[in-house]
């Protein structure tokens, strides 16, 4: 659920509750309200404390009086089923905020799977989608590799679509490179989970490890079918694996076999994308912890000096020990960056009430945008210009407030910590 708190001192007019949590209030606009929604896995830690980085950013926003004389209102849809992200609900959340005019954008998907499934719904709709998370590059890119076409999700229509993170393209190399050259890991046991993200991040991160001449031995498994991997983990150590790469999300059971190696008593680098940096993965691991390793699709917010007050701010509003996460950062960049559409739509409009395609033309436009984690130029395919991947490790830490926030709900001080950033806009 998305926790009704957050800037309590600064909601002073409008608050609109929402089933799956949410709300906008501050000082209201004079001229009425602007929707916006997020389709975000909020059953999950990851999906839920990314969707407090949209709410703190349209709090912030109302709190200084709204978009150009409107006051936004902002809905959190959840597109969990069974404890799991779903193609189906996300789908259906987009149907949802389609049929309210007055939504006019939304910041989500969290998961590339479910992106796929809704690009089709919501591009003939000119509705424009902000993601602060998906990293599957076959959204916006016509590689070789990609079952689908770019063009095909959005039936002619002009594109909706963008993201304020890098794409699995950059991220799987970026942790082989580091897994070869940092961890001396030369042979390495691949696993996926049989999704459109983890197959994809999977086969990026195996073909860069090929190319430093290193061995790899590659498994799937599908979670329905799935509960235990000691077979799977006894066949890679047999084949001379000193470290395992994971390419899925903890919704889909991937750290389970983090604390199944434990048991047979094999102790190598666990590494994965950021479909694992969330604390529900720690508890997965069930007591083996320490030595995950884990990429993000951008640069970490901790990191970058700039960031600090608006942290400090972030976490006074939501103090909770798993309100902050890997992508609250992005999320919160996506939807400032959403509402600065937003404004110059309503420019567009001569100060009325714009549609939704002047929304998304002017999210076309956004250069120069300066954000907490960068500055984002997008192209037209929707990608921004940031081709950051920062590289976590989980350790065992004294103060959890003085690691990345990403920490275990019961393993409560074991917490990714940052490590190294990799650049591709520089040439890595």
Request: hydrophobic share 35%.
């Amino acid at each position: 659920m998305v926790r009704a708190r957050g800037l309590g001192v600064l909601i002073v007019a409008t608050f609109v509750a929402f089933a799956c949590g949410g709300g906008g209030g501050g000082n209201a606009g004079s001229k009425g309200t602007i929707k916006i929604g997020s389709d975000l896995p909020v059953c999950t830690a990851g999906g839920q404390s990314t969707a407090n980085g949209v709410k703190f950013a349209v709090d912030q926003k109302n709190a200084s009086g709204g978009v150009n004389g409107y006051t936004i209102s902002y809905q959190s849809f959840d597109d969990c089923r069974q404890a799991a992200y779903s193609a189906d609900a996300g789908v259906e959340n987009v149907q949802s905020m389609l049929g309210d005019p007055k939504f006019l954008g939304m910041i989500g998907p969290y998961n590339s799977a479910v992106a796929k499934a809704e690009i089709p719904i919501a591009a003939p709709a000119h509705f424009t989608m902000v993601s602060p998370s998906n990293t599957n590059p076959c959204l916006t890119k016509d590689l070789p590799s990609c079952a689908y076409h770019p063009a095909d999700l959005r039936k002619g229509s002009a594109n909706n679509y963008f993201r304020v993170v890098t794409t699995d393209d950059y991220q799987g190399p970026a942790m082989a490179t580091y897994a070869y050259k940092t961890l001396n890991i030369k042979n390495v046991g691949v696993l996926d989970d049989s999704t459109v993200f983890g197959v994809g991040i999977a086969d990026t991160f195996s073909a860069q490890f090929k190319t430093y001449g290193g061995t790899v031995t590659r498994s799937s498994y599908k979670k329905e079918q799935t509960s235990d991997w000691r077979s799977i983990l006894l066949k890679f150590k047999a084949a001379g694996a000193t470290g395992v790469y994971v390419g899925g999300t903890d919704d889909q059971n991937i750290c389970i076999p983090r604390a199944q190696m434990k048991q047979i008593g094999w102790d190598v680098p666990y590494m994965g994308g950021d479909g694992i940096e969330t604390p529900d993965c720690i508890n997965q691991a069930a007591g083996n912890e320490v030595n995950i390793n884990a990429t993000s699709a951008g640069a970490d917010a901790t990191q970058i000096p700039g960031a600090k007050s608006t942290i400090d701010a972030f976490r006074k509003a939501f103090p909770g020990p798993n309100d902050f996460g890997g992508y609250t950062m992005q999320a919160y960049d996506a939807t400032n960056a959403l509402m600065a559409a937003i404004g110059r739509a309503v420019n567009d409009a001569n100060g009325s009430t714009p549609t939704r395609d002047q929304v998304r033309a002017e999210m076309a436009k956004t250069k120069g945008f300066v954000g907490v984690i960068g500055t984002y130029d997008f192209d037209q395919n929707g990608d921004n210009s940031l081709k950051i991947v920062s590289i976590y490790t989980v350790e065992a830490v004294s103060d959890p407030a003085q690691s990345t926030g990403v920490c275990g709900k019961t393993a409560a001080k074991d917490c990714f910590i940052w490590k190294a950033q990799f650049d591709f806009a520089k040439g890595a």
